[in-house]
Structure formats: C-alpha cells, structure tokens
C-alpha cells in the first residue's frame, strides 16, 4: 500500500516566479503527468503562465478567479477549469482561500522534443530537443484593490 500525504502540514510555499500567497504538494509525479494538491490563501496569486501539459484545475473548497487565454470567469468548488497546452493561464482569489486538486497530462512528445512536469524536465522515448512552458508577458499582478465587478486584476 502506498500512501501519499497533502493538505495542511505536507504543502510547500513555492511556485512560478510572481507566485503570492500559494502552496502545493506534489501527490504523484512520472512520465505520464501530475497530481499536485494546491491551496491559495486570500489574496493569492498564480501569474499569468503557459504550461506544455492539458491540465485540469479541480477545485475541491473554496472558490476565487481563473483566466484562460483572453477569458476569465469565478470558480468555486465543485468545478473543474480545463488549461489547454501552451494557452496563458492563471489562478487567484480575493477575500476567500480555495483549494484544488491539479492533474496534468503530458501531451506525447513532438518527435525531438522533451516532457516538462513541475520544474521537471523528463526523457521522452525519442529526441533529445527541449519544449518548456514560460511566464506570460508581463501584467502587474497585484489584485489587492481588485473588485469582482472589474475584469481581471491585470
């Protein structure tokens, strides 16, 4: 039997370069995909950023904001947001915490190129070129003052 822990006391505070008031535990890793468990305090923020995987981000409790490429609409839990491979997402709330469960899938690999799996670069079965997600371009990313009647806080 092999038990994996996450949730309060198991989460590490660390993520993408911008990332504020967020925390993760990886829950399972391998050349497939990821399951992580995240948990964003008030106020919290995941910055614009693309990713090479489909990823769905599960919201388990709480709820807050989620932008898609141009799109951007309020989750709560009891939802799930579907991040395409490589399409501008990001994450945040406002006055409440949210919890999510995020799952990825690797996308099989372009002949030549690499899997990138939370910070980690995996050796797919053929080709040795590198594909990697990287930061939108920069928005002040700062939704103190932000109001849920406004757009998104970038």
Same mark, same amino acid.
Do not use: C
């Given at each position: 039997?092999?038990?994996?822990?996450?949730?309060?006391?198991?989460?590490?505070?660390?993520?993408?370069?911008?990332?504020?008031?967020?925390?993760?535990?990886?829950?399972?890793?391998?050349?497939?995909?990821?399951?992580?468990?995240?948990?964003?305090?008030?106020?919290?923020?995941?910055?614009?950023?693309?990713?090479?995987?489909?990823?769905?981000?599960?919201?388990?409790?709480?709820?807050?904001?989620?932008?898609?490429?141009?799109?951007?609409?309020?989750?709560?839990?009891? #939802? !799930?947001?579907?991040?395409? =491979?490589? /399409?501008? $997402? @990001?994450?945040?709330?406002?006055?409440?915490?949210?919890?999510?469960? *995020?799952?990825?899938?690797?996308?099989?690999?372009?002949?030549?190129?690499?899997?990138?799996? #939370? !910070?980690?670069?995996?050796? =797919?079965? /053929?080709? $040795? @070129?590198?594909?990697?997600?990287?930061?939108?371009?920069?928005?002040? *990313?700062?939704?103190?003052?932000?109001?849920?009647?406004?757009?998104?806080?970038?």
């Amino acid at each position: 039997m092999d038990i994996r822990r996450f949730g309060v006391g198991h989460r590490r505070p660390d993520g993408p370069p911008g990332t504020r008031g967020v925390e993760g535990q990886q829950i399972h890793v391998d050349p497939r995909g990821l399951i992580a468990e995240l948990a964003l305090r008030p106020r919290a923020v995941m910055p614009p950023h693309t990713n090479p995987n489909l990823t769905y981000f599960v919201v388990v409790e709480g709820g807050g904001f989620v932008r898609v490429g141009d799109e951007t609409a309020r989750v709560s839990a009891g #939802e !799930a947001v579907v991040w395409p =491979p490589d /399409v501008v $997402h @990001a994450a945040w709330t406002e006055l409440t915490p949210m919890r999510a469960i *995020v799952v990825e899938f690797a996308m099989p690999p372009a002949r030549g190129s690499m899997l990138v799996l #939370e !910070a980690e670069t995996v050796e =797919p079965l /053929v080709g $040795h @070129a590198q594909a990697e997600g990287a930061l939108a371009p920069k928005h002040p *990313v700062d939704p103190v003052d932000h109001k849920s009647s406004e757009k998104e806080p970038w």
